[in-house]
C-alpha cells in the first residue's frame, strides 16, 4: 500500500501524518516549539534547529509506522509563511529566519521600496501593497542593517523550500509562497518579476518556481538518514501552512473561504479572477490595501488573503498574565459571561496589525473596563475583538468580485466554543466545520498523493462534520457593539501611536 508523509511547520509547532490515498490517517505525530521575540516587532525562529530538526524527528517517527508491505511513495511540507531564510551555498543559515507578517521590523524598507516602484504598479504586479507581510522589505532590511549576512548569503527560501532543500538538495520555491515574496513576484503573470527582483535581491540567486504539487525531487542520503525517509522518495513543492490548510478542508471554488484560528487569524478565498486592490495611500490605518491577491495552491488559479496579527496569541498572553488557569476553567468563566462582555471592548493589536487596519504601530486597547468586570469578562472580550476585527475583514473580501458564499472553520482556536460561537454571531455568518481538523499536514498529504498521480488533482477529501450557526438573540447586540468598536481604532489611533515610538 502507499502510503504519503505531509509535515507542516507552524508557529507554535509542528505536526505530522502518515495517510493513505484514500485519505485515512494512521498515524500523527507533532512537537511544540517557540518562536523568538527579541525586540519589539522582530518575530524569529532557528530554521535549522526548530524547523529542520522538527521534521527530523516526526519523519522518523512516522515512518516507524509504515505497515509491512507498505512504502512511504511521497511526501510534502509546508510551514508558516512568508518567510525569509538565508543561507550560504551549503545550506547553512546565516541568521535566525524573520517570521511572516508579525515581525514588523522593516517598516522603513517597506515605504523606501514603495517609493521606488511607485505603489500602483506594485499593485499592478503583485495584487497587493507591501506591507510587513512581504519577504522583499525584509531582505532589503538584512542587506541594510546586517551587512555582514547579506555579504554570507547566496540563497533564500520560505521554511518549506528551505526544508525541500535539506531534503533534496533543489532550490526552488512554490508559486504561492513567490505570490507572497513582494515586489520580487508578478502575481498576474505567474513568475518572477526579474527586473525588480535584480534590484532587491543583490546578487541572491532566484529559485526554480514549481506548483505546490509538483514533484521537485528526491531524498538525498544524507536527508534520508536524518529523517528516515527512504532513499529516493518524491518530494513535492508544498507551500504556506495556511493554503495547504485550506486545501485539506476542500476550500477549492470560487467564493469558498477559511478561517482559520489560530495564534493568529487567516483567511483565504478563492477567487474567480485575478483582482487588483484599492491603494492604501500609505496612511497607517487604512483598510483598503490591506488585502493580499495572490497565487493559489492549484495551477493558475488566484486567492484573496487576509491575516490577523493576534489571535490566540492574545488569549495565551491574557492566560498567563492573569495567573494561568486552566483552559477549562478560563473557558467556563468566559461562557458565565453574557454576550457584549457588560460593555468591555477589545483592540486586539498587540503586536501591531496586518488586516484589516495595515498598521505595524496600532496596540491593544481594553475600554470600558470597570471593577465589577471578571477575568471572564476580558477572555469574552478578547474573543468578541478578534471576532469584530474579522466581521470588518469579510466585509472588504464582499466587496471584491467574488463574495464569499461558503465559510470553513479550522485551527486550534476551535477548542473555544466561546470564540467559534461570539465568530458566528458577530459576521452573521455560518460556520462548517469539517470532519478531519489535523490541519496543513493533511492537505499536504493530498499534495503528495496528486503530485505522484496516486490521486487525481480533483481529489477532496473533506467532509462537514457540524455546522456553527449565527444566534439571531444577539444580532441587534453585537451589532450596536460592533459601530461602538469601529471607533475605537480611529478614535485611539494617535495615543498608541506615541506609545509605540517609544519602543523603536
Same mark, same amino acid.
Given at each position: ?10 508557529? =507554535? ?23 523568538? &521575540? ?30 509491512? =508491505? ?21 545550506? $547553512? ?17 517597506? +515605504?523606501?521600496? *514603495?517609493? /521606488? ?41 520560505? %521554511? ?7 531534503? *533534496? ?12 515574496? #513582494? ?39 544524507? +536527508? ?38 489560530? %495564534? ?22 487604512? *483598510?483598503?490595501?490591506? &488585502? ?17 496579527? @493576534? ?6 498572553? /491574557?492566560? @498567563? ?20 462582555? #457588560? ?25 470600558? &473596563? ?27 473580501? #464582499? #466587496? ?21 460561537? +461570539?465568530?458566528?454571531?458577530? @459576521? ?55 459601530? $461602538? ?13 506615541? =506609545? ?5
Amino acid at each position: 500500500m502507499d502510503l504519503f508523509v505531509g509535515i507542516d511547520m507552524g508557529t =507554535g509547532s509542528t505536526k505530522g501524518v502518515l495517510v493513505t490515498e484514500d485519505g485515512v490517517v494512521l498515524a500523527s505525530e507533532q512537537r511544540a516549539h517557540e518562536m523568538s &521575540l527579541p525586540r519589539p516587532g522582530w518575530a524569529e525562529v532557528d530554521a535549522e534547529a526548530v524547523w529542520w530538526a522538527d521534521v527530523c524527528a516526526i519523519a522518523s517517527s512516522l515512518t516507524a509506522e509504515v505497515p509491512a =508491505g507498505s512504502r512511504v511513495a511521497a511526501m510534502c511540507v509546508s510551514g508558516v509563511g512568508p518567510c525569509l531564510v538565508l543561507t550560504d551555498a551549503d545550506l $547553512n543559515p546565516v541568521r535566525s529566519a524573520i517570521l511572516y507578517g508579525i515581525d514588523s521590523r522593516a517598516h522603513a524598507e517597506i +515605504a523606501e521600496l *514603495t517609493a /521606488l516602484f511607485g505603489e500602483a504598479e506594485i499593485l499592478r504586479r503583485c495584487g497587493k501593497s507591501l506591507s510587513s507581510q512581504a519577504v522583499g522589505p525584509k531582505i532589503e532590511w538584512v542587506r541594510k542593517n546586517e551587512p555582514e549576512n547579506f555579504a554570507r548569503a547566496s540563497k533564500w527560501f520560505g %521554511s518549506n523550500s528551505y526544508v525541500v532543500a535539506k531534503l *533534496t538538495g533543489e532550490y526552488i520555491q512554490d508559486h504561492h509562497t513567490a505570490s507572497q515574496c #513582494d515586489p520580487l513576484y508578478s502575481v498576474r503573470e505567474f513568475g518572477w518579476n526579474t527586473e525588480w527582483s535584480d534590484r532587491v535581491l543583490d546578487g541572491l540567486d532566484l529559485p526554480r518556481l514549481a506548483w505546490p504539487s509538483e514533484i521537485v525531487g528526491k531524498v538525498s542520503a544524507d +536527508a534520508a538518514a536524518s529523517t528516515g525517509i527512504p532513499v529516493g522518495t518524491p518530494v513535492v513543492a508544498g507551500t504556506v501552512d495556511a493554503y495547504a490548510e485550506a486545501f485539506s478542508v476542500g476550500v477549492r471554488h470560487p467564493g469558498d473561504l477559511m478561517l482559520m484560528y489560530g %495564534s493568529t487569524m487567516f483567511l483565504v478565498q478563492v477567487l474567480a479572477e485575478y483582482r487588483t486592490p484599492a491603494p492604501t495611500g500609505r496612511s497607517a490605518g487604512s *483598510t483598503s490595501g490591506a &488585502l493580499w491577491t495572490t497565487t493559489g495552491v492549484e495551477k493558475g488559479t488566484y486567492a484573496l488573503a487576509a491575516g490577523t496579527s @493576534t489571535a490566540g496569541s492574545l488569549t495565551t498572553w /491574557l492566560q @498567563t498574565v492573569t495567573g494561568g488557569a486552566s483552559f477549562d476553567e478560563l473557558m467556563r468563566e468566559a461562557s458565565a459571561v453574557p454576550a457584549g462582555s #457588560d460593555g468591555l471592548l477589545v483592540l486586539p493589536y498587540l503586536a501591531g496589525e496586518r488586516t484589516p487596519v495595515f498598521d505595524p504601530d496600532a496596540r491593544g486597547v481594553m475600554a470600558g &473596563l470597570t471593577l465589577r468586570h471578571t477575568r471572564g469578562h476580558m477572555f469574552r472580550a478578547a474573543y468578541e475583538g478578534i471576532s469584530f476585527g474579522i466581521r470588518q475583514i469579510l466585509e472588504m473580501f #464582499d #466587496d471584491s468580485d467574488t463574495p464569499v458564499t461558503r465559510a470553513v472553520a479550522v485551527g486550534g482556536g476551535l477548542r473555544s466554543p466561546v470564540w467559534a460561537q +461570539a465568530l458566528s454571531d458577530i @459576521t452573521g455568518r455560518t460556520q462548517l466545520v469539517p470532519t478531519q481538523a489535523i490541519g496543513a499536514s493533511y492537505g499536504d498529504g493530498l499534495l503528495a498523493a496528486i503530485g505522484v498521480g496516486a490521486v487525481s488533482p480533483e481529489t477532496d477529501w473533506a467532509t462537514v462534520a457540524s455546522e456553527i450557526p449565527p444566534n439571531p438573540e444577539h444580532k441587534a447586540l453585537y451589532d450596536d457593539l460592533y459601530g $461602538n468598536w469601529c471607533e475605537l481604532y480611529p478614535s485611539t489611533r494617535k495615543i498608541v501611536h506615541a =506609545g509605540a515610538q517609544l519602543t523603536r
